[in-house]
T-cell receptor, first 112, second 112 residues
Framework: SQKIEQNSEALNIQEGKTATLTCNYT??????LQWYRQDPGRGPVFLLL?????KEKRKERLKVTFDTTLKQSLFHITASQPADSATYLCALTDNYGQNFVFGPGTRLSVLP | DADVTQTPRNRITKTGKRIMLECSQT?????MYWYRQDPGLGLRLIYY???????NKGEISDGYSVSRQAQAKFSLSLESAIPNQTALYFC???????????FGSGTRLTVV
């Protein structure tokens, strides 16, 4: 069965450092990989999408890489701030959007 | 107004009761989804609909039913609620190009 793993349940880093979150998947050939941010008691908020034929995508302080050979995506937040503290979810979907699977999430805490 | 509105925000109900969770959206998207979120299990798909006449079961549809009343409205029903349906429920929408989901703020359901 399809499975998505995110590197750790929780990650603590110091303000100003780069946070790196990992998403690994098995038994899946996704067309798209997405990253979301979720704050406690709120719905996930879409951050970035990367396609299977793209290696890297950037948006402001965020960078996502996608390695379909390793079946892995890395999500980086540079110059992290306490306001970046949240749970980050990765999600995979096929070309038709009919097979949308979420990972369990990594709770990031940026310490001042 | 929020793009995706879920009602109620919180609900406590008794075992065996029928309950309906409602979702409406102003995004103009054709695709709508219902997810439940449990600690440690992440988001799991219950049902999804790609247009008004299209309803599909997700990973965990047993014990749930849905109705797509209009392009903008998608409701989730628990015909006979049981305690293990206690969870946070999210409605989401997307367009055909899979540029990320837009989630509602969620309904926290407790079945006692």
């Amino acid at each position: 069965s399809q499975k998505i793993e995110q590197n750790s349940e929780a990650l603590n880093i110091q303000e100003g450092k780069t946070a790196t979150l990992t998403c690994n998947y098995t038994n899946y050939s996704p067309a798209y990989l997405q990253w979301y941010r979720q704050d406690p008691g709120r719905g996930p908020v879409f951050l970035l999408l990367i396609r299977e034929n793209e290696k890297e995508k950037r948006k402001e302080r965020l960078k996502v890489t996608f390695d379909t050979t390793l079946k892995q995506s890395l999500f980086h937040i540079t110059a992290s701030q306490p306001a970046d503290s949240a749970t980050y979810l990765c999600a995979l979907t096929d070309n038709y959007g009919q097979n949308f699977v979420f990972g369990p999430g990594t709770r990031l805490s940026v310490l001042p | 107004d929020a793009d995706v509105t879920q009602t109620p925000r919180n609900r406590i109900t008794k075992t065996g009761k029928r309950i309906m969770l409602e979702c409406s959206q102003t995004k103009g998207h054709d695709r709508m989804y219902w997810y439940r979120q449990d600690p440690g299990l992440g988001l799991r798909l219950i049902y999804y609909s790609f247009d008004v006449k299209d309803i599909n079961k997700g990973e965990i549809s047993d014990g749930y039913s849905v109705s797509r009343q209009a392009q903008a409205k998608f409701s989730l029903s628990l015909e006979s609620a049981i305690p293990n349906q206690t969870a946070l429920y999210f409605c989401a929408t997307s367009d055909m190009t899979a540029y990320g989901y837009t989630f509602g703020s969620g309904t926290r359901l407790t079945v006692v």
